[in-house]
């Protein structure tokens, strides 16, 4: 699925969306849309999706407190920006690595 925007000054070429619900967030901080109709489309599926990640997170944090996880200001900011779809699971990954190796 690939999403052409509105021209933004008329000569720009469209705004393309992959699909990626990380690449959806960036963009929307980016450029705010004009089409109001279109933001809420895409609004609406960006507060789907961090929901969606919402409970996930949640599952694994409550999984890792029944195995004796104390909170890390570094994994729960990772967690946030994963949630907020400003990060993929890919580099929410590599933060936590990060954050466990200089813990170590």
């Given at each position: 699925?690939?999403?052409?925007?509105?021209?933004?000054?008329?000569?720009?070429?469209?705004?393309?969306?992959?699909?990626?619900?990380?690449?959806?967030?960036?963009?929307?901080?980016?450029?705010?849309?004009?089409?109001?109709?279109?933001?809420?489309?895409?609004?609406?599926k960006l507060?789907?999706?961090?929901?969606?990640?919402?409970?996930?997170?949640?599952?694994?944090?409550?999984?890792?407190?029944?195995?004796?996880?104390v909170?890390?200001?570094?994994?729960?900011?990772?967690?946030?920006?994963?949630?907020?779809c400003?990060?993929?699971?890919?580099?929410?990954?590599?933060?936590?690595?990060?954050a466990?190796?200089?813990?170590?």
């Open positions: 699925m690939v999403y052409e925007g509105p021209k933004l000054g008329g000569t720009e070429a469209p705004q393309k969306w992959s699909g990626n619900p990380t690449e959806m967030g960036r963009l929307l901080e980016q450029k705010p849309h004009r089409n109001e109709t279109l933001l809420a489309q895409i609004g609406g507060m789907e999706e961090c929901e969606r990640r919402r409970r996930a997170v949640e599952e694994a944090r409550a999984s890792n407190f029944r195995q004796g996880y909170h890390d200001a570094l994994l729960e900011d990772a967690n946030a920006r994963f949630i907020q400003l990060i993929s699971l890919e580099e929410l990954r590599a933060d936590m690595r990060e466990i190796e200089n813990r170590l």
